[in-house]
């Protein structure tokens, strides 16, 4: 992906393709917040809800406003 963008569900699942070089450990991908037993795919690949990229979710904007319909 270059680029992923939501408007909110940190539960919505993206699948990330296989990297050339990756810097650390996959397997950690089947238990941190996010990933699930099998999001670690044989080829590389990744299914993981979108928190599991750390940063790409943020709190600052919760807060009281509301959309109301009239």
């Known amino acids: 992906?270059?680029?992923?963008?939501t408007a909110g569900n940190a539960n919505e699942?993206?699948?990330l393709p296989?990297?050339?070089?990756?810097?650390g450990h996959q397997n950690f991908a089947d238990v941190i917040a996010g990933g699930f037993d099998?999001?670690?795919?044989?080829?590389g690949?990744?299914?993981?809800?979108i928190q599991a990229i750390t940063g790409s979710t943020?709190?600052?904007?919760?807060?009281n406003l509301?959309?109301?319909t009239y």
Request: hydrophobic share 45%.
């Open 1 to 5: 992906a270059d680029a992923v963008v």
């Open 13 to 15: 699942v993206i699948n």
């Open 18 to 23: 296989p990297m050339k070089k990756v810097i």
């Open 38 to 43: 099998g999001s670690l795919e044989d080829d």
């Open 45 to 49: 690949s990744i299914s993981v809800e």
């Open 58 to 63: 943020n709190e600052l904007g919760f807060n």
């Open 66 to 68: 509301t959309a109301r």
